[in-house]
């Protein structure tokens, strides 16, 4: 069963303190020093999130009825440390200047906003009494970022800097077992925050649990 991305060999780090979230470039390049770390990346959520995916009401023109959709916020190496698939477009670069002006989409949110030929368009986000205007500059393929009893529905994906969701998670894509590198994980977690305990899980247990 392709659930859209890969869960395997994926050491998922709670971001509980503002020092990590705030340096977590740096931290990126750290946890990237090990011989076991082939990627490394933040998110606001991961696929099958037990905590909170943001609802936001998406349109293709102001006089549009909004969809409701979800959202998250990904940085440059996201898909690629999930395995998720880029069908058309281009994904993020890590240059905050136009990453943050653009968005991708899944297929489902693609399909009720038109089509393919949604990308190089803007579309209108609504968050919290806030509204955005983003570009879209991709299409993922759909992929469960809920639970499997749930069907796939829109997505719409930020990058990092976005004004509407927050980084809540540093995932580690590992060589071998995610437990190889934890303890290097941990010690770079203290670095950054000394008086906070690091908090992980391994992202196919997740699932299994769910």
């Known amino acids: ?56 009401e998406a349109r293709k023109f102001h006089g549009d009825a909004p969809v409701t959709m979800n959202f998250m916020g990904f940085d440059g190496d996201a898909l690629a440390t999930l395995g998720i698939k880029l069908k058309l477009g281009s994904g993020f670069t890590g240059n905050l200047a136009t990453d943050s002006a653009g968005v991708l989409i899944n297929e489902k949110a693609a399909l009720m906003l038109g089509g393919e030929s949604i990308i190089g368009n803007t579309i209108n986000v609504a ?33 990092w800097k976005n004004g509407i969701a927050q980084l ?9 077992s995610p437990a190889d590198v934890v303890d290097h994980a941990t010690e770079v977690h203290k670095r950054f925050a ?14 299994n649990r769910y």
């Open 1 to 56: 069963f392709d659930q859209g991305f890969e869960k395997e060999r994926k050491l998922v780090i709670d971001i509980n303190d503002e020092s990590i979230r705030n340096n977590f470039e740096s931290v990126k390049n750290e946890l990237a020093a090990h011989a076991d770390v082939l990627n490394v990346s933040a998110v606001s959520s991961v696929p099958g999130d037990w905590k909170y995916v943001s609802p936001v």
């Open 127 to 159: 968050y919290d009494g806030d509204e955005f205007t983003f570009r879209v500059q991709g299409i993922v393929q759909n992929f469960n970022f809920e639970s499997l009893y749930e069907d796939i529905k829109p997505l719409v994906i930020g990058s």
């Open 168 to 176: 809540d998670y540093i995932v580690i894509h590992t060589r071998n």
């Open 194 to 207: 000394p008086n906070g305990a690091i908090e992980y899980n391994f992202l196919d247990d997740q699932w």
